[in-house]
């Protein structure tokens, strides 16, 4: 069973840092796309940045220049960056992974549970 652990969410002030971390375990053959999505209350699950297994990354417009995504392939662990944080940016963020099977037979997308990240002064 594939999961994806989430870590390093928390309330921060206006301007402040943090840094988000996801770790896929189980049994699999190999990672594509990593990417970290948000959703904030009210409103409809965002994409924040993706990342293939190779090639350039992607950005939402309301993070370009403030968030940095990246990955370590021989952990299996994606990581969001994020700098000069903003009340809109409060949400639940959530890891996202798309996962070849052993078998490298299927492709599947797979969810992390979430981490809260909360703006405020």
């Known amino acids: 069973q594939v999961q994806l652990v989430e870590s390093g969410g928390g309330l921060v002030q206006p301007g402040g840092s943090l840094r988000l971390s996801c770790a896929a375990s189980?049994?699999?053959?190999?990672?594509?796309?990593m990417g970290w999505y948000r959703q904030a209350p009210g409103k409809q699950r965002e994409l924040v940045a993706t990342i293939p297994s190779g090639g350039s990354t992607n950005y939402a417009d309301p993070v370009k220049g403030r968030f940095t995504i990246s990955r370590d392939n021989a952990k299996n662990t994606v990581f969001l960056q994020m700098n000069s944080l903003k009340p809109e940016d409060t949400a639940v963020y959530y890891c996202y992974a798309k996962i070849l099977s052993q078998s490298y037979l299927r492709l599947t997308d797979y969810w992390g549970q979430g981490t809260q990240v909360t703006v405020s002064s």
């Open positions: 189980g049994r699999f053959g190999s990672i594509n796309a």
